[in-house]
């Protein structure tokens, strides 16, 4: 008798299993990568694979997500212990060692779509977020709208990941993950099957209550807002504070917060359960709050999240806000062309 907050367990079994998806959105007609037909068998089957797609590759747990069991793989020599240590971490992190390849795509942009649909075959996107500022597949900071689309792109894009939940008769909140090369082409990831993390920069830009719409739709009611009625409006960005050491390769650092305070004001929010005399387990997740800036242009936004992480003291702990910080005064971020990658060449040079 308890109504389950969030998709059908047969649709997140569905479209959590990463090569039925695929099969979902290949049907659907969306844009995709090459990719092995299914999991791989073994790594005879590995190898001949990556020779038919062509180096580079990337190994993908068929379970995964949050960047678990994911290797890529740049020349043949490496294919057979990079596939083995994908499948063990799989193994571990899943409870299934299977895992599929596809082509791999060199410093992509990362973009996904805010999908809700209700129950009654009504489904309405709720525009992008640029979450290409991320290290090891773990997003560090998202935005709303990307400066990489234009309302063009934006349209196509957004049609295909309506396409993709009405195919999988979705219902509920969902998002859809799209890859965007260089030339402007973009290709389906994945889908999740929940709320995000970063769902804060898509309220502020839509004024769309996520968790009230999960609410809506759960209850038996329609969706509040038609697609004609989405408008995005100024431009929000989202920090996400972690518990680690950007100096010491991101070491986690738990431990007790001894003291601490967080901005506020005008276009500013956070999300935090964190406080004066929390102590920071060793078993979880590092992020300690989202801190979420709204401002009537992308420059407005990134003057504001500068204040907003320049008031952030959190004592006795070793948090990233610095790397934050030195990450809004990269020319790279600044001009809207970081990708995947921007991350990892920032950390070298720092």
């Not at 659907?28 to 990568?33: D, F, K, Q, T, Y």
């Not at 792109?153 to 969902?174: D, E, P, S």
Request: charged residues 25%.
């Amino acid at each position: 008798g308890i109504i389950f907050i969030g998709p059908s367990s047969e649709v997140i079994r569905l479209m959590s299993d990463k090569v039925a998806a695929k099969e979902i959105a290949e049907r659907s007609g969306v844009p995709m990568l090459g990719a092995s037909k299914g999991a791989v068998r073994d790594v005879d089957d590995a190898r001949e694979t990556a020779d038919r797609l062509g180096y580079p590759v990337i190994i993908k747990a068929v379970s995964g997500g949050g960047g678990r069991g994911m290797r890529i793989v740049r020349k043949k020599s490496e294919l057979a212990q990079l596939y083995k240590f994908a499948a063990a971490e799989a193994q571990v992190a899943f409870n299934d060692p299977s895992v599929f390849i596809e082509k791999y795509l060199e410093s992509p942009k990362h973009i996904e779509f805010q999908i809700v649909a209700d129950n009654y075959g009504n489904v309405v996107h709720l525009g992008e977020r640029e979450c290409s500022i991320q290290r090891k597949h773990q997003k560090l900071m998202e935005e709303a709208p990307s400066p990489a689309l234009d309302d063009r792109l934006r349209k196509k894009m957004a049609t295909a990941a309506v396409a993709l939940a009405k195919a999988a008769r979705y219902q509920n909140l969902g998002t859809v993950e799209f890859l965007l090369d260089r030339q402007k082409r973009f290709y389906f990831m994945e889908m999740n099957t929940r709320i995000q993390v970063e769902h804060p920069v898509t309220e502020w830009v839509t004024g769309v209550d996520l968790i009230q719409e999960q609410l809506r739709v759960a209850s038996g009611m329609p969706l509040s807002v038609t697609q004609g009625e989405v408008r995005l409006s100024g431009h929000a960005i989202e920090c996400r504070i972690n518990a680690e050491n950007p100096a010491k390769n991101f070491r986690p650092c738990p431990g007790k917060i001894t003291e601490m305070h967080l901005p506020g004001g005008f276009g500013v929010r956070v999300d935090t359960a964190a406080y004066d005399g929390y102590v920071i387990p060793a078993f979880y997740d590092s992020m300690l709050a989202k801190l979420i800036v709204h401002g009537r242009t992308r420059e407005e936004a990134i003057a504001r999240m500068r204040s907003a992480l320049g008031e952030v003291v959190i004592e006795g702990v070793d948090t990233n806000v610095d790397y934050l910080y030195s990450i809004l005064n990269e020319e790279e971020y600044l001009a809207g062309r970081a990708d995947i990658e921007f991350v990892e060449r920032l950390t070298e040079r720092l």
